[in-house]
């Protein structure tokens, strides 16, 4: 049953469906599948990203199955998970189960998604009573050939070396103290790569009706910091897909946000710095080169919502 699944999920990968609002970067025309995996361009990075995930249940499950559809056929260098990865109150140590029914199980068994798989802390993974450092810890003690959380803020790279093409800031934004503060500028100050990603789980801007914006109240602290310094804000928690885009903020940023992993989904408001939205579950997709990053949106069952390509 599952290899038929999978099966119709990749004949309907590259197609397009309409749906959602918004208005600049539309959806794009609808093309017919690709039986064959498209040749990546030279010298990319490819990734999935969503979060809002550790369900355990059949909607985790359906991202999962799109997500390796997805890796299958266009290609991922890894993973990146936007938080809340253990509902509803996290994980309670390295050996607690949800381990393993809602992380190896689900992700483990497919083979596209046996790759690097980083994450950033969520709300769920944070408050009393989760274990945050066991998240940590599993990575630490290699728990897991995939799982990649060193610290609660880190950054990574990629390809390996020098200069990177990509590079992502994975921050906490349950407390994004001043440690936090000075670990991200030296980061950035020290980044050679073309594109730089700030992750986190809480969104600054936000089109949806569970969550106000910044509701950690981490901006004032990190805008100067990031103002005209990086390309995209990456965030879960509003359990939507939206791509917003502020004029009134002046750094010129894009937020996505991709709560779309499996837990409940949210509704949605107008809002004018909206370009697309759309309440479905789903998986997030970027491809980076030295002159642009383009940025896909796939539904669970298989069709490509939205699409748009950033360029320096």
Known sequence: MKKAVLCCLALLLLSSA?????????PPEPSPPSPLPPTPAPNSVRFFTFGDWGTGDANQIAVANEAQAVCQFLGCDFGLFLGDNFYTTGVSSVDDP???????DVY????????PLYAVLGNHDWDVPANPQAEVDFDLLDRDEFWRMPAFNYSFASPAGAPPLLEVFVINSNLF??????SLRD???????????????????????????????????LKPLICGRVDLLLSGHE????????????????QLIVGTGGRVLHSMTADPRVLYTEATFGVGYFEATADD???????ATGEQAYSFTRTH
Do not use: M
């Open 18 to 26: 309409p749906g959602g609002c918004g208005g600049e970067g539309v």
């Open 239 to 254: 359990h939507i897909f939206s791509h917003l885009r502020d004029p009134n903020d002046g750094c010129g940023y894009d």
């Open 187 to 221: 980061a950035l100050d020290a980044s050679t790569a073309s594109w730089k990603i700030v992750a986190f789980h809480h969104p600054i801007f936000d089109n949806g009706t569970a969550h106000p914006d910044d509701e950690k109240g981490i901006y004032p602290a």
């Open 108 to 115: 483990g068994i497919l083979p596209a998604l046996r790759i």
């Open 98 to 104: 949800q381990w393993q029914t809602k992380y190896q």
């Open 293 to 299: 990053v383009t940025f896909r949106f796939f539904r």
């Open 177 to 182: 103290d001043a440690a936090a503060q000075v």
